[in-house]
């Protein structure tokens, strides 16, 4: 039986009319560069797992199968669970920018059917991605200490991250129509669906020193399957929370399908409903400081602006759509709360080393937030006006193109300026704690040396990547065909490669035995990133020699 007949006969029972929509999505896709890129990446990145964990030191032969596998176990989980926003964030927005879904409910097709079809095309998707690591996965067993059952178990684990990630990233699709608003909000979903459930465990063990405390929370968590996917923990038996290491592997993936399920139901049952409020009240979406004292702080800020730039025309219409949304926001802020209070109580009683880790990982939890936000926000506008025909208008006007290419990053600086800010005193605050709280928190020389080089260069990396995604934003959302294309090319360039040159060279500075050889190996890796980030830099303005004009028209 082909697999169509399969789909067909089981959504035929459900009363779903989705194998004509699969069928529009498979087609589509094929024709895609990134269906086959994405291959590429998920095998790639299991590659550079395997070798991290094949290659790290202080390990014997009968270890470093377990240390293989979590490798690959943290890079098929990074993957499952960010992969599905970049997928499935724009599915349903795009066909509403189009003006493409009205035409689907001209169909017999039914707004449930609709989300259906898409959630399974992209399933199909990453389920062919995912065939590039499944031989990885097993490459752990040959080694030694790893049990066949252990992999099983953790390849479930990982297919139920994946189909929640995929159904988060539906969800707020079908509730959005900008595609900014559906990734930033599908990250944000995912990374408190992630870790929010662990928050509990983690003050736990940093104040109170023990664990047991909010586990029960942690079934709520993608996470805590593939952590007790090992036998390690699988095997565990009930401890304080009266949970055994089986209940919380097999708890947590009933739901997971829960919460996937209700996403996907609703979704589909608030599609048509949101999509004839927008196609009567226009977007659909409220505008940045929209009510009566939002309005009139956002027309004071725009007066400012004026003033301060120059009244700049490029600028001054990219400037509306810039502006931060209320709910990045509103995720920021308890972040840097969270790690104001663990870097200080870190400080403040010595022998707490946890609070430390903590305030790092939600510093780079926010890092890695902006860097999305800034990339969707540089790609935004310049896209926008392109498939509207506004920037054709602009460039038959006097308006130099050096004008125009300068407005486009003054409105991208401010944008980003708050969220900048915040991560350089962050990396500045982490600076100054190993530098005065060295005592506090039981680090000698050898480890101050290793952290100042990381987080200083760590401060110069983000400079230099915040100035060179402008320039990369500017030649993507000018050959993109949506704008999820061109921040996904964006984010690719600026990030891929300075991460994969990071694994490598931590994996040779802890072969060091002295600290300073280890530091000078960081700063060569940021020497490395600064360079390349000016070597990017200087392909775009290479590519802009002919002219802003002639690339648009090449471009359209």
Same mark, same amino acid.
């Given at each position: 039986?082909?697999?169509?007949?399969?789909?067909?006969?089981?959504?035929?029972?459900?009363?779903?009319?989705?194998?004509?929509?699969?069928?529009?999505? =498979?087609?589509?896709?094929?024709?895609?560069?990134?269906?086959?890129?994405?291959?590429?990446?998920?095998?790639?990145?299991?590659?550079?797992? *395997?070798?991290?964990?094949?290659?790290?030191?202080?390990?014997?032969?009968?270890?470093?199968?377990?240390?293989?596998?979590?490798?690959?176990?943290?890079?098929?989980?990074?993957?499952?669970?960010?992969?599905?926003? +970049?997928?499935?964030?724009?599915?349903?927005?795009?066909?509403?920018?189009?003006?493409?879904?009205?035409?689907?409910?001209?169909?017999?097709?039914?707004?449930?059917?609709?989300?259906?079809?898409?959630?399974?095309? @992209?399933? +199909?998707?990453?389920?062919?991605?995912? =065939?590039?690591?499944?031989?990885?996965?097993?490459?752990?067993?040959?080694?030694?200490?790893?049990?066949?059952?252990?992999?099983?178990?953790?390849?479930?684990?990982?297919?139920?991250?994946?189909?929640?990630?995929?159904?988060?990233?539906?969800?707020?699709?079908?509730?959005?129509?900008? #595609?900014?608003?559906?990734?930033? !909000?599908?990250?944000? !979903?995912?990374?408190?669906?992630?870790?929010?459930?662990?928050?509990?465990?983690?003050?736990?063990?940093?104040?109170?020193?023990?664990?047991?405390?909010?586990?029960?929370?942690?079934?709520?968590?993608?996470?805590?399957?593939?952590?007790?996917?090992?036998?390690?923990?699988?095997?565990?038996?009930?401890?304080?929370?009266?949970?055994?290491?089986?209940?919380?592997?097999?708890?947590?993936?009933?739901?997971?399908?829960?919460?996937?399920?209700?996403?996907?139901?609703?979704?589909?049952?608030?599609?048509?409903? =949101?999509?004839?409020?927008?196609?009567?009240?226009?977007?659909?979406?409220?505008?940045?400081?929209?009510?009566?004292?939002?309005?009139?702080? !956002?027309? /004071?800020?725009?007066?400012?602006?004026?003033?301060?730039?120059?009244?700049?025309?490029?600028?001054?219409?990219?400037?509306?759509?810039?502006?931060?949304? $209320?709910?990045?926001?509103?995720?920021?802020?308890?972040?840097?709360?969270?790690?104001?209070?663990?870097?200080?109580?870190?400080?403040?009683?010595?022998?707490?080393?946890? /609070?430390?880790?903590?305030?790092?990982?939600? #510093?780079?939890?926010? @890092?890695?937030?902006?860097?999305?936000?800034?990339? *969707?926000?540089?790609?935004?506008?310049?896209?926008?006006?392109?498939? !509207?025909?506004?920037?054709?208008?602009?460039?038959?006007?006097?308006?130099?193109?050096?004008?125009?290419?300068?407005?486009?990053?003054?409105?991208?600086?401010?944008?980003?300026?708050?969220?900048?800010?915040? *991560?350089?005193? *962050?990396?500045?605050?982490?600076?100054?704690?190993?530098?005065?709280?060295?005592?506090?928190?039981?680090?000698?020389?050898?480890?101050?040396?290793?952290?100042?080089?990381?987080?200083?260069?760590?401060?110069?990396?983000?400079?230099?990547? $915040?100035?060179?995604?402008?320039?990369?934003?500017?030649?993507?959302?000018?050959?993109?065909?949506?704008?999820?294309?061109?921040?996904?090319?964006? +984010?690719?360039?600026?990030?891929?490669?300075?991460?994969?040159?990071?694994?490598?060279?931590?994996?040779?500075?802890?072969?060091?035995?002295?600290?300073?050889?280890?530091?000078?190996?960081?700063?060569?890796?940021?020497?490395?990133?600064? $360079?390349?980030?000016?070597?990017?830099?200087?392909?775009?303005?290479?590519?802009?020699?002919?002219?802003?004009?002639?690339?648009?028209?090449?471009?359209?």
């Amino acid at each position: 039986m082909c697999p169509s007949a399969v789909i067909y006969g089981s959504t035929a029972l459900l009363g779903l009319n989705v194998l004509p929509v699969i069928q529009r999505e =498979l087609r589509v896709a094929s024709r895609q560069r990134g269906t086959w890129l994405l291959r590429w990446a998920f095998a790639a990145a299991a590659l550079i797992a *395997l070798l991290f964990g094949f290659f790290f030191p202080h390990f014997g032969p009968q270890q470093r199968g377990g240390v293989m596998l979590a490798c690959l176990a943290i890079a098929a989980f990074g993957l499952s669970v960010f992969t599905g926003p +970049f997928l499935t964030a724009d599915c349903l927005s795009f066909e509403k920018r189009e003006g493409t879904l009205g035409l689907l409910f001209l169909t017999p097709l039914s707004g449930s059917g609709i989300v259906v079809g898409k959630m399974v095309c @992209h399933s +199909f998707q990453v389920a062919c991605a995912w =065939l590039a690591i499944l031989p990885f996965m097993f490459l752990p067993i040959l080694q030694g200490g790893v049990l066949w059952i252990e992999v099983a178990r953790l390849l479930l684990a990982l297919f139920a991250a994946m189909l929640t990630s995929l159904a988060v990233g539906v969800f707020w699709s079908a509730v959005s129509t900008e #595609a900014r608003s559906a990734v930033l !909000s599908s990250v944000a !979903s995912l990374l408190v669906l992630v870790f929010l459930p662990w928050l509990p465990v983690l003050v736990d063990e940093v104040f109170g020193g023990g664990m047991g405390g909010g586990v029960g929370w942690t079934l709520f968590s993608p996470m805590t399957p593939v952590i007790f996917a090992f036998d390690g923990n699988f095997g565990h038996s009930a401890g304080r929370s009266g949970l055994s290491g089986a209940e919380l592997y097999w708890l947590p993936l009933l739901f997971l399908g829960l919460i996937g399920s209700a996403l996907i139901g609703l979704s589909g049952s608030l599609l048509p409903t =949101l999509w004839r409020k927008s196609e009567v009240g226009g977007s659909g979406e409220p505008s940045p400081g929209a009510g009566k004292w939002g309005s009139r702080r !956002s027309a /004071g800020r725009e007066g400012r602006t004026r003033i301060e730039r120059g009244a700049e025309p490029a600028q001054w219409l990219a400037l509306p759509s810039q502006r931060e949304g $209320f709910w990045i926001k509103l995720l920021r802020w308890p972040v840097v709360l969270f790690f104001v209070i663990m870097l200080g109580y870190s400080l403040a009683e010595r022998g707490h080393e946890e /609070g430390f880790i903590s305030a790092f990982c939600a #510093a780079y939890a926010l @890092h890695l937030v902006t860097r999305i936000q800034a990339v *969707l926000t540089a790609t935004r506008r310049l896209h926008d006006d392109r498939r !509207s025909g506004a920037l054709e208008l602009l460039l038959v006007t006097p308006l130099p193109e050096a004008d125009l290419i300068k407005a486009h990053h003054a409105s991208v600086k401010q944008s980003i300026r708050p969220a900048r800010r915040m *991560l350089l005193l *962050l990396n500045l605050a982490l600076i100054a704690a190993i530098t005065l709280g060295g005592r506090q928190l039981d680090t000698d020389d050898e480890v101050f040396f290793i952290f100042s080089a990381f987080f200083a260069g760590g401060l110069l990396v983000t400079l230099s990547d $915040f100035r060179t995604l402008r320039w990369l934003a500017l030649r993507a959302a000018l050959r993109a065909q949506t704008q999820l294309r061109a921040a996904g090319a964006v +984010f690719g360039l600026l990030m891929g490669l300075p991460w994969v040159a990071f694994g490598v060279t931590f994996l040779v500075a802890i072969q060091f035995s002295h600290a300073e050889e280890a530091a000078v190996c960081f700063w060569l890796w940021v020497a490395g990133c600064l $360079f390349y980030n000016r070597f990017l830099e200087w392909r775009v303005r290479r590519w802009l020699r002919p002219g802003l004009r002639k690339r648009v028209v090449e471009s359209s």
